[in-house]
């Protein structure tokens, strides 16, 4: 038997492990994808092989975090796709501004990055008291991390740049301070974020959402595991609630058609269709 | 170069000329000769025309002059025959040849009238021509007229004898006419001149027109033979010249030589043509050249196995081609980082190997450094000279060519041409640099390769030996492998042992849950028992309740009894009185009697009412109060003079004393006071039949006022009025009996005595409303003592009632006890009956109001019919044809809804509009009838008005009724803006600007939707939908529009009503538009009244208080609903923090559901922080969350939680965890 096969094999007994173990299903994840980041924790984590890594997952309780850090890819930037914040500014925000209360749930925050930006984008546009950003991610490590809102200071030049093409108003530099190498930014920007663990292949509905941001995410799912993704979405948004994925992320399936239309040609940001 | 522009300054005009012709395109060429042969013709022809002109006028000329010859001659023959024909007649005395000389003189005139004519263009002939008519004159004179006389004379005959005279007279005439004659024969001859040169004329012109048609032949004839010449000089010629050159430029190619490429036209261009397609073919010449040194170079490198061999062949290859007396090849020594001679040509290979280049070093070095091959030329005279066996020679150039491949050096080829290099020898040498590059790295490879190899072989060799080795350790492995398979069954053994073990332990911990069992259900037992004592107290509070209810009611029936049954006796005791005092003197004395009796009976009556009406006010709250300042001393000197003459008439004695401590004046109700005192007063007299009765009025003591039981008053602030007497006394088992109405120490007593019985009860509830109290101490057969104890000042605010309260409750009552009675309006003449008009029935059978609502309809002009009952009602709908309907309920034979339903059901007036106006709030029930809108009375003029526009112009009619709106908001401008963004729903709006109004509107008419402002002047939004909700009015869907934004706490409140709330703003109105539409075109209203609790309400929970903590609105207003519907109560917490509130403030709270991810303090720490707290440590808590793994559970489990319920809820599966731990 090649050394490929074997390693399939290994992988599904990690995935059966993570499973059974922890709770974690992973099967409807890319399958080509999972199986690079398996090898990578393996690599990363010194194990032999791949059967060792289950092993250690199995009986190291604390491991756990560190494989679902591994497993999961927390890259991102603030204002990442700077056009999409743009048009969020002038399309969606003086909407959702006639509601009381402004919703907003942030799937798949990584580092923050994401929310921090959403937040600074709702301060300029006075609507920061009346919004709340639950920003969830499947990692614990990551929200951790998106918890303290610091980052390296190298990050600091591309960030302030994309706020800029984003029609920021100001200075991106107001958010932060900047010391020992990383910047941090302000305090008054997590105010009304809620940084919780959520798991989009697993967990339900949790609240009433004006507009969801789940950018880059779906990318790492398999078809049936977006699908139930998107429902979760679908149900949680308001009637006229708005959903903005990834650039990449154009779901097929007819129902999405059904349920959503994108509020210009070609954006990356759609409408719940109001249900007559 | 120099010689071309002297050439063509030599030949300038014409070679220019030339040069210009053949640079014309062939087409322009041949446009060129046509149009110079069309200019020809068009000259010649132009030419011949003038000489046919001249010709022509020359011609007429000629003509000209005939004719005047013609005409002298003619004119000179008449002249001839005049003197013939007179001449004879003279001589002939013949008279007749007077005619023919009258012809002849005519036609002279005539012929010299036209030669006048003809003389015209010529003077000296004019001059003439007045010569001759001179003479002629003169021959008139002188010869005609005397002949014609003689002729004419009648004695012609006479004068025939003097002939010499007559001869005369005929010779004269000759003389004359010979100079006449002379004259005109001049004149002859001048115009023959004349004619002589206009023939001249006339032949020359016709000479020159010969000659101008053989010149144009001549010249057309020479410029066609120019034509065909240059035709085959310009382009025949050449394209010959340059087909001949085709085969040689096939051949080989001369590009330089073809001819005329200069020139413009298409022969230029197809020599510019072949002299491409010449370098082209010279070109791939050259190609091939290069391609076939280079095939054989390949052929030659492959051959090579060392270094040496190689640049051997290379050289070898290159320099004969490259024209190179001599060459050098560099190898590229990767180790010692230099470049190394290897091979030469045309020079000795002894000293190579001292040559020895650093990239940049020398002239070897530098074209390594610069990645490019380096030319040096002239090569300077101390330069190597290429030697052979009969002299040496200078080398034109030197070359230097680094050989890279793949960006790495090989090697670098040094050359020295003998003849300046061409282009195509660069080419060579370029493109030979890079395959041999690339066959020199290659070999360069495979020996470093065959180097390895070797080095390989050795190694394998080693490793042979090594593998020896390993297999020695590897046996002693497997023995101590043997001993630890023997400790690994060891360990076996000791896991079962610990299998064992865990059994055990598993055992006690079954124990441990089925001792916890029977604890909790002995809890639930006792949780039971709990719940029905609590039901019980329910009950009885709601007994409480009803009895509250009830006495409530009998008190507002009596006040209501006694206000009518007061009126006719008042008329009763007047009239009576008029009899008893008999003023007439009419009656007997038994009849005064009897009229006394009644007189009295009515005033007891009177009293008895009056005092029921106290009572029943005082009871029900409603007796006015007011403040005001009592002199102490004037009101005691009032009781005295009051009393006096009682005390006197029973034998009494009668005592009033004011304390030394009393203050001059108490605040209170002076009225109320006097009414208390004179009634004990009264008491005090009736039952005391001999002793004293004493009023003492000062501070009470402390122990009185403990007794008295007024929380908060000391004796200095407080006045007391005692009235103590010595009579019958009161048994102590009926202290406080005397204070109940109705009630008397015995029935006897109160016979004997008189009196309501009433006046105790009345008093002490006086004395309460005056913040004071009322008490009795007697002993039977002693006497009795009445304490009145009341503040010194009475605080009306702090007072058990205050006087607005007491208005605005006692006004409805009044109201809707008296009947209207006076008309505000004058009273109309109703309009007669007409059978055809139609008109606006009025349903009522309070005549004034009748009256009222006919008055209003009549200023707006409708015509109205009253009647005052059902059946009235039902008549005149059958009679006449009806505008619409204003229905009171309340009729005096059948109620208003009969008559409703009765329209409704006749075909004729189904369509008619009913509006109710009616005491009755039943509102809903005439919607549901059909009727077009309610109105409660009381009624304000105004809302009547609308009724009436509402009758007259229902909206709409039938099944596609539209949509109905109410607006509420209170800015004009505003409304104004909504009413237009509402345009393409076709809704009717109606319009409220505060909430009183909406309120009216909501009550009386249904809506399809509420579009609410919160910021209303009277009374908030929220507050109006909190009002209405408490009264039962069912509620439209709601859409909130509000110019601010909402607290939490708001919010929370508005869910109840509606989910749809829009915040003013820039894209608002889109979103209001979204949210009233779909209220408006929804099929169902959205929110149905909330369903009847469904059958499966839990018996065991019912009632038990639930805790919902979440943040989020939607989730919590679902879960709150179910729960209710369930007959749980529910409280609400929108975060942790105001969770543990709730829990402070209300204890009663016995199941907590905890959202788990909350903003702030999340759902763990909040039920971590409810733990900390004793009283909490058992209370139930359901944690109820979206996340749905394993680990979640049991951090909830771990936080405190007693259990778990995953979002989305399944209401069942919660309702039995509720019940498995409450
Ligand atoms: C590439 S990041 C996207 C970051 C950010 N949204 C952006 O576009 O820049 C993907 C994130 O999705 C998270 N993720 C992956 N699977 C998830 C799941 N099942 N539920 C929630 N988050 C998940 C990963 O932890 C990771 O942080």
């Given at each position: 038997m090649d050394l490929q096969s074997r390693q399939d094999i290994e992988i599904g007994l990690f995935m059966q492990a993570l499973r059974l173990r922890h709770g974690y299903d992973f099967a409807g994840y890319a399958r080509a994808s999972f199986n690079r980041r398996v090898r990578a924790l393996a690599e990363a984590s010194g194990a032999a092989s791949i059967s060792a890594l289950t092993e250690r997952l199995i009986h190291d309780e604390p491991f756990l975090a560190e494989v679902i850090g591994r497993l999961s890819v927390p890259v991102s930037e603030m204002f990442r796709n700077p056009p999409v914040f743009d048009l969020l500014r002038r399309e969606v925000l003086p909407v959702l501004a006639s509601y009381p209360q402004i919703n907003i749930w942030q799937a798949g925050c990584a580092h923050g990055e994401e929310a921090y930006s959403m937040a600074i984008l709702l301060k300029e546009a006075g609507l920061y008291a009346r919004a709340r950003i639950y920003a969830t991610d499947i990692s614990e490590l990551a929200l951790e991390r998106a918890r303290a809102g610091i980052y390296p200071l190298r990050e600091a030049q591309l960030f302030s740049s994309n706020y800029l093409q984003a029609g920021g108003s100001g200075s991106l530099s107001d958010w932060y301070t900047a010391a020992y190498q990383h910047i941090k930014l302000d305090q008054a920007l997590a105010e009304r974020i809620t940084f919780a663990n959520h798991n989009l292949a697993a967990d339900g509905v949790f609240g009433e959402m004006h507009l969801i941001l789940c950018r880059n995410v779906l990318i790492y799912f398999g078809e049936p595991l977006q699908q139930r993704a998107l429902a979760l979405f679908r149900d949680s948004l308001v009637r006229g609630g708005f959903l903005c994925l990834g650039d990449r992320e154009r779901p097929s399936e007819p129902r999405f058609a059904q349920d959503f239309g994108a509020i210009a040609p070609g954006a990356s940001v759609f409408r719940r269709v109001t249900a007559r | 170069m120099a010689e071309a522009p002297a050439e063509i300054a030599e030949g300038a005009p014409l070679s220019q000329l030339r040069r210009w012709v053949a640079d014309l395109s062939l087409l322009a060429k041949f446009r060129l000769i046509i149009f110079a042969l069309l200019i020809l013709f068009v000259c010649a022809g132009l030419a011949f025309l003038m000489v046919q002109q001249r010709e022509t006028v020359a011609r007429r000329w000629t003509v000209h002059t005939y004719q005047a010859l013609w005409t002298a001659e003619r004119a000179e023959t008449a002249l001839l025959n005049m003197r013939l024909s007179l001449r004879d007649g003279l001589l002939g005395a013949d008279a007749s040849k007077i005619e023919a000389f009258q012809v002849e003189s005519d036609r002279?005139?005539?012929?010299?009238?036209?030669?006048?004519?003809?003389?015209?263009?010529?003077?000296?002939?004019?001059?003439?021509?007045?010569?001759?008519?001179?003479?002629?004159?003169?021959?008139?004179?002188?010869?005609?007229r005397p002949s014609v006389e003689r002729l004419r004379s009648p004695d012609l005959l006479q004068q025939k004898r003097s002939a010499d005279d007559l001869l005369a007279l005929i010779n004269n005439g000759s003389s004359a006419l010979g100079s006449l004659q002379g004259e005109l024969t001049q004149m002859r001859a001048v115009e023959h001149g004349l004619l002589a040169t206009r023939i001249g004329v006339l032949d020359r012109a016709a000479a020159l027109g010969r000659d101008v048609v053989l010149l144009a032949l001549l010249l057309a004839l020479i410029s066609t033979l120019y034509a065909l010449i240059a035709a085959r000089r310009l382009l025949a010629e050449p394209l010959r010249r340059l087909i001949q050159l085709i085969p040689d430029i096939s051949a080989g190619g001369h590009a330089a030589a073809i001819p005329y490429r200069w020139r413009r036209d298409e022969v230029g261009e197809f020599a510019r043509s072949l002299s491409a397609l010449a370098k082209l073919v010279e070109g791939r010449a050259g190609d091939d050249w290069v391609k076939t040194r280079l095939a054989s170079l390949a052929g030659d490198l492959q051959l090579a196995d060392t270094h040496e061999a190689f640049g051997d062949a290379l050289l070898r290859s290159l320099c004969p081609p490259l024209d190179a007396g001599y060459g050098v090849a560099y190898r590229w020594d990767a180790l010692a980082g230099e470049l190394q001679a290897c091979a030469s040509y045309g020079v000795s290979a002894a000293d190579l190997s001292s040559r020895k280049f650093k990239p940049g070093q020398g002239l070897v070095g530098q074209c390594v450094a610069e990645k490019r091959t380096l030319s040096l030329s002239p090569v300077p005279p101390t330069y190597l000279k290429v030697v052979s066996g009969l002299g040496s020679m200078m080398p034109d150039t030197l070359s230097f060519a680094p050989l890279f491949s793949r960006g790495e050096i090989v090697g670098v080829v040094e050359l020295a041409s003998l003849k300046p290099p061409s282009a195509l020898r660069a080419e060579l040498l370029a493109q030979a640099r890079a395959p041999s590059a690339l066959a020199w790295q290659t070999l360069a490879r495979s020996l470093r390769t065959a180097e390895l190899l070797d080095v390989t072989r050795s190694q394998s060799e080693e490793l042979r030996s090594s593998e020896e080795s390993l297999r020695i350790q590897q046996e002693e492995l497997q023995s101590s492998n043997e001993a630890l398979r023997s400790r690994s069954q060891l360990l076996e053994q000791q896991s079962g042992q610990l299998i064992a073990s865990e059994e055990e332990l598993r055992a006690q911990a079954e124990e441990l849950r089925l001792a916890n069992e029977t604890l909790r259900e002995r809890s639930t037992a006792l949780r039971a028992r709990q719940a029905e004592l609590e039901a019980a107290r329910g009950t009885l509070e709601r007994h409480a309740e009803q009895l509250e209810r009830a006495s409530r009611y009998k008190s507002e029936f009596l006040a209501n009894m006694s206000h009518e049954l007061r009126t006719p006796l008042n008329s009763l005791l007047i009239l009576s009185k008029g009899l008893a005092d008999n003023e007439d003197g009419n009656l007997q004395p038994d009849q005064v009697e009897s009229a006394r009796i009644v007189h009295d009976a009515g005033r007891n009556l009177l009293q008895l009412i009056n005092d029921i009406l106290d009572l029943s006010k005082v009871e029900a709250g409603r007796m006015l109060v007011v403040s005001e300042d009592v002199g102490l001393r004037g009101f005691a000197t009032l009781q005295e003079r009051n009393f006096r003459h009682v005390a006197r008439s029973h034998d009494l004695e009668f005592k009033v004393v004011i304390g030394d401590d009393a203050p001059q004046t108490v605040r209170t109700d002076g009225t109320r006071l006097g009414q208390i005192v004179v009634n004990l007063l009264a008491n005090a007299f009736k039952f005391t039949e001999k002793g004293s009765v004493?009023?003492?009025?000062?501070?009470?003591?402390?122990?009185?006022?403990?007794?008295?039981?007024?929380?908060?008053?000391?004796?200095?602030?407080?006045?007391?009025?005692?009235?103590?007497?010595?009579?019958?006394?009161?048994?102590?088992?009926?202290l406080d009996a005397i204070f109940q109405p109705f009630e008397q120490v015995d029935s006897g007593t109160a016979r004997r005595f008189g009196g309501t019985g009433l006046g105790l009860s009345i008093a002490r509830g006086m004395a309460g409303l005056l913040g004071g109290s009322l008490q009795a101490h007697s002993a039977i057969g002693v006497g009795s003592s009445f304490l009145l104890i009341l503040p010194e000042r009475l605080d009306v605010a702090g007072a058990a009632i205050d006087a607005s309260a007491a208005v605005a409750a006692e006004v409805p009552t009044a109201a809707a006890t008296s009947r209207p009675a006076e008309p505000l309006e004058p009273s109309y003449a109703q309009a007669p009956a007409s059978d055809e008009r139609a008109v606006l029935l009025i349903v009522e059978d309070d005549a004034s109001f009748a009256n009222i609502l006919a008055g209003l309809a009549a200023r707006k002009s409708i015509p109205t019919r009253v009647v005052s009952s059902g059946a009235e009602a039902l008549k005149a709908a059958a009679e006449m044809p009806l505008l619409g309907v204003l229905l009171d309920i309340g009729l005096p034979d059948i109620s208003g809804w009969q008559v409703l339903q009765q329209l409704k059901a006749l075909p004729a007036t189904q369509q008619v509009p009913v509006h109710i106006i009616s005491a009755s709030d039943d509102l809903d029930r005439g919607l549901a009838l059909g009727a077009v809108g309610v109105l409660t009375k009381p009624v304000s003029r105004e809302s009547v008005l609308a009724a009436l526009d509402r009758v007259i112009a229902p909206g709409g009619d039938g099944a596609a009724a539209p949509r109905r709106v109410l607006l509420v908001d209170d800015d004009l401008g505003s409304r104004a803006a909504v009413r237009k963004l509402l345009e393409p729903e076709t809704a009717q709006i109606e319009e409220a600007q505060n909430a009183s109004e909406a309120s009216t509107a909501l009550r009386a008419r249904r809506f399809d939707c509420l579009i609410l402002d919160l910021g209303l002047p009277d009374v908030s939004g929220l507050d109006l939908l909190d009002e209405l909700s408490a009264a039962g009015v069912s509620l439209p869907p709601v859409v909130v529009y509000s110019g601010r934004e909402l607290s939490p706490d708001e919010m929370l409140r508005l869910r109840q009503y509606t989910e749809s709330i829009v915040i003013k703003g820039s894209r608002a109105p889109e979103r209001l538009l979204d949210e009233v539409s779909l209220f408006l075109h929804a099929l169902t209203p959205p929110r149905s009244a909330g369903a009847a609790a469904p059958a499966d309400v839990v018996r065991d929970v019912a009632g038990r208080h639930v805790l919902i903590v979440d943040d989020d609105m939607r989730n919590i207003f679902a879960l709150s609903k179910a729960l209710r519907t369930r007959k749980l109560e529910v409280t609400m917490a929108q975060d942790g923090y105001k969770a543990l509130t709730q829990l402070d403030s209300n204890p009663g709270i016995d199941l907590v559901l905890m959202d788990i991810m909350m903003p702030g303090m999340d759902g763990y720490e909040t039920i971590r922080r409810i733990r900390e707290r004793d009283q909490w440590k058992q209370l139930p808590i359901i944690a109820v969350t979206a996340k749905a793994m394993t680990g979640d559970r049991e951090r909830c489990l771990q936080a405190g939680a007693n259990d778990y319920c995953a979002k989305p809820i399944d209401i069942d599966q919660l309702m039995s965890q509720i019940r498995v731990w409450i």
């Amino acid at each position: 038997m090649d050394l490929q096969s074997r390693q399939d094999i290994e992988i599904g007994l990690f995935m059966q492990a993570l499973r059974l173990r922890h709770g974690y299903d992973f099967a409807g994840y890319a399958r080509a994808s999972f199986n690079r980041r398996v090898r990578a924790l393996a690599e990363a984590s010194g194990a032999a092989s791949i059967s060792a890594l289950t092993e250690r997952l199995i009986h190291d309780e604390p491991f756990l975090a560190e494989v679902i850090g591994r497993l999961s890819v927390p890259v991102s930037e603030m204002f990442r796709n700077p056009p999409v914040f743009d048009l969020l500014r002038r399309e969606v925000l003086p909407v959702l501004a006639s509601y009381p209360q402004i919703n907003i749930w942030q799937a798949g925050c990584a580092h923050g990055e994401e929310a921090y930006s959403m937040a600074i984008l709702l301060k300029e546009a006075g609507l920061y008291a009346r919004a709340r950003i639950y920003a969830t991610d499947i990692s614990e490590l990551a929200l951790e991390r998106a918890r303290a809102g610091i980052y390296p200071l190298r990050e600091a030049q591309l960030f302030s740049s994309n706020y800029l093409q984003a029609g920021g108003s100001g200075s991106l530099s107001d958010w932060y301070t900047a010391a020992y190498q990383h910047i941090k930014l302000d305090q008054a920007l997590a105010e009304r974020i809620t940084f919780a663990n959520h798991n989009l292949a697993a967990d339900g509905v949790f609240g009433e959402m004006h507009l969801i941001l789940c950018r880059n995410v779906l990318i790492y799912f398999g078809e049936p595991l977006q699908q139930r993704a998107l429902a979760l979405f679908r149900d949680s948004l308001v009637r006229g609630g708005f959903l903005c994925l990834g650039d990449r992320e154009r779901p097929s399936e007819p129902r999405f058609a059904q349920d959503f239309g994108a509020i210009a040609p070609g954006a990356s940001v759609f409408r719940r269709v109001t249900a007559r | 170069m120099a010689e071309a522009p002297a050439e063509i300054a030599e030949g300038a005009p014409l070679s220019q000329l030339r040069r210009w012709v053949a640079d014309l395109s062939l087409l322009a060429k041949f446009r060129l000769i046509i149009f110079a042969l069309l200019i020809l013709f068009v000259c010649a022809g132009l030419a011949f025309l003038m000489v046919q002109q001249r010709e022509t006028v020359a011609r007429r000329w000629t003509v000209h002059t005939y004719q005047a010859l013609w005409t002298a001659e003619r004119a000179e023959t008449a002249l001839l025959n005049m003197r013939l024909s007179l001449r004879d007649g003279l001589l002939g005395a013949d008279a007749s040849k007077i005619e023919a000389f009258q012809v002849e003189s005519d036609r002279y005139d005539a012929l010299f009238s036209e030669l006048r004519e003809l003389m015209r263009d010529n003077p000296v002939q004019e001059v003439r021509l007045e010569r001759i008519e001179n003479l002629k004159r003169d021959w008139d004179e002188g010869f005609v007229r005397p002949s014609v006389e003689r002729l004419r004379s009648p004695d012609l005959l006479q004068q025939k004898r003097s002939a010499d005279d007559l001869l005369a007279l005929i010779n004269n005439g000759s003389s004359a006419l010979g100079s006449l004659q002379g004259e005109l024969t001049q004149m002859r001859a001048v115009e023959h001149g004349l004619l002589a040169t206009r023939i001249g004329v006339l032949d020359r012109a016709a000479a020159l027109g010969r000659d101008v048609v053989l010149l144009a032949l001549l010249l057309a004839l020479i410029s066609t033979l120019y034509a065909l010449i240059a035709a085959r000089r310009l382009l025949a010629e050449p394209l010959r010249r340059l087909i001949q050159l085709i085969p040689d430029i096939s051949a080989g190619g001369h590009a330089a030589a073809i001819p005329y490429r200069w020139r413009r036209d298409e022969v230029g261009e197809f020599a510019r043509s072949l002299s491409a397609l010449a370098k082209l073919v010279e070109g791939r010449a050259g190609d091939d050249w290069v391609k076939t040194r280079l095939a054989s170079l390949a052929g030659d490198l492959q051959l090579a196995d060392t270094h040496e061999a190689f640049g051997d062949a290379l050289l070898r290859s290159l320099c004969p081609p490259l024209d190179a007396g001599y060459g050098v090849a560099y190898r590229w020594d990767a180790l010692a980082g230099e470049l190394q001679a290897c091979a030469s040509y045309g020079v000795s290979a002894a000293d190579l190997s001292s040559r020895k280049f650093k990239p940049g070093q020398g002239l070897v070095g530098q074209c390594v450094a610069e990645k490019r091959t380096l030319s040096l030329s002239p090569v300077p005279p101390t330069y190597l000279k290429v030697v052979s066996g009969l002299g040496s020679m200078m080398p034109d150039t030197l070359s230097f060519a680094p050989l890279f491949s793949r960006g790495e050096i090989v090697g670098v080829v040094e050359l020295a041409s003998l003849k300046p290099p061409s282009a195509l020898r660069a080419e060579l040498l370029a493109q030979a640099r890079a395959p041999s590059a690339l066959a020199w790295q290659t070999l360069a490879r495979s020996l470093r390769t065959a180097e390895l190899l070797d080095v390989t072989r050795s190694q394998s060799e080693e490793l042979r030996s090594s593998e020896e080795s390993l297999r020695i350790q590897q046996e002693e492995l497997q023995s101590s492998n043997e001993a630890l398979r023997s400790r690994s069954q060891l360990l076996e053994q000791q896991s079962g042992q610990l299998i064992a073990s865990e059994e055990e332990l598993r055992a006690q911990a079954e124990e441990l849950r089925l001792a916890n069992e029977t604890l909790r259900e002995r809890s639930t037992a006792l949780r039971a028992r709990q719940a029905e004592l609590e039901a019980a107290r329910g009950t009885l509070e709601r007994h409480a309740e009803q009895l509250e209810r009830a006495s409530r009611y009998k008190s507002e029936f009596l006040a209501n009894m006694s206000h009518e049954l007061r009126t006719p006796l008042n008329s009763l005791l007047i009239l009576s009185k008029g009899l008893a005092d008999n003023e007439d003197g009419n009656l007997q004395p038994d009849q005064v009697e009897s009229a006394r009796i009644v007189h009295d009976a009515g005033r007891n009556l009177l009293q008895l009412i009056n005092d029921i009406l106290d009572l029943s006010k005082v009871e029900a709250g409603r007796m006015l109060v007011v403040s005001e300042d009592v002199g102490l001393r004037g009101f005691a000197t009032l009781q005295e003079r009051n009393f006096r003459h009682v005390a006197r008439s029973h034998d009494l004695e009668f005592k009033v004393v004011i304390g030394d401590d009393a203050p001059q004046t108490v605040r209170t109700d002076g009225t109320r006071l006097g009414q208390i005192v004179v009634n004990l007063l009264a008491n005090a007299f009736k039952f005391t039949e001999k002793g004293s009765v004493t009023l003492h009025i000062g501070r009470p003591d402390e122990e009185s006022l403990r007794h008295a039981g007024l929380a908060g008053l000391v004796p200095g602030r407080a006045i007391g009025f005692k009235v103590s007497d010595t009579g019958i006394g009161i048994p102590p088992d009926r202290l406080d009996a005397i204070f109940q109405p109705f009630e008397q120490v015995d029935s006897g007593t109160a016979r004997r005595f008189g009196g309501t019985g009433l006046g105790l009860s009345i008093a002490r509830g006086m004395a309460g409303l005056l913040g004071g109290s009322l008490q009795a101490h007697s002993a039977i057969g002693v006497g009795s003592s009445f304490l009145l104890i009341l503040p010194e000042r009475l605080d009306v605010a702090g007072a058990a009632i205050d006087a607005s309260a007491a208005v605005a409750a006692e006004v409805p009552t009044a109201a809707a006890t008296s009947r209207p009675a006076e008309p505000l309006e004058p009273s109309y003449a109703q309009a007669p009956a007409s059978d055809e008009r139609a008109v606006l029935l009025i349903v009522e059978d309070d005549a004034s109001f009748a009256n009222i609502l006919a008055g209003l309809a009549a200023r707006k002009s409708i015509p109205t019919r009253v009647v005052s009952s059902g059946a009235e009602a039902l008549k005149a709908a059958a009679e006449m044809p009806l505008l619409g309907v204003l229905l009171d309920i309340g009729l005096p034979d059948i109620s208003g809804w009969q008559v409703l339903q009765q329209l409704k059901a006749l075909p004729a007036t189904q369509q008619v509009p009913v509006h109710i106006i009616s005491a009755s709030d039943d509102l809903d029930r005439g919607l549901a009838l059909g009727a077009v809108g309610v109105l409660t009375k009381p009624v304000s003029r105004e809302s009547v008005l609308a009724a009436l526009d509402r009758v007259i112009a229902p909206g709409g009619d039938g099944a596609a009724a539209p949509r109905r709106v109410l607006l509420v908001d209170d800015d004009l401008g505003s409304r104004a803006a909504v009413r237009k963004l509402l345009e393409p729903e076709t809704a009717q709006i109606e319009e409220a600007q505060n909430a009183s109004e909406a309120s009216t509107a909501l009550r009386a008419r249904r809506f399809d939707c509420l579009i609410l402002d919160l910021g209303l002047p009277d009374v908030s939004g929220l507050d109006l939908l909190d009002e209405l909700s408490a009264a039962g009015v069912s509620l439209p869907p709601v859409v909130v529009y509000s110019g601010r934004e909402l607290s939490p706490d708001e919010m929370l409140r508005l869910r109840q009503y509606t989910e749809s709330i829009v915040i003013k703003g820039s894209r608002a109105p889109e979103r209001l538009l979204d949210e009233v539409s779909l209220f408006l075109h929804a099929l169902t209203p959205p929110r149905s009244a909330g369903a009847a609790a469904p059958a499966d309400v839990v018996r065991d929970v019912a009632g038990r208080h639930v805790l919902i903590v979440d943040d989020d609105m939607r989730n919590i207003f679902a879960l709150s609903k179910a729960l209710r519907t369930r007959k749980l109560e529910v409280t609400m917490a929108q975060d942790g923090y105001k969770a543990l509130t709730q829990l402070d403030s209300n204890p009663g709270i016995d199941l907590v559901l905890m959202d788990i991810m909350m903003p702030g303090m999340d759902g763990y720490e909040t039920i971590r922080r409810i733990r900390e707290r004793d009283q909490w440590k058992q209370l139930p808590i359901i944690a109820v969350t979206a996340k749905a793994m394993t680990g979640d559970r049991e951090r909830c489990l771990q936080a405190g939680a007693n259990d778990y319920c995953a979002k989305p809820i399944d209401i069942d599966q919660l309702m039995s965890q509720i019940r498995v731990w409450i």
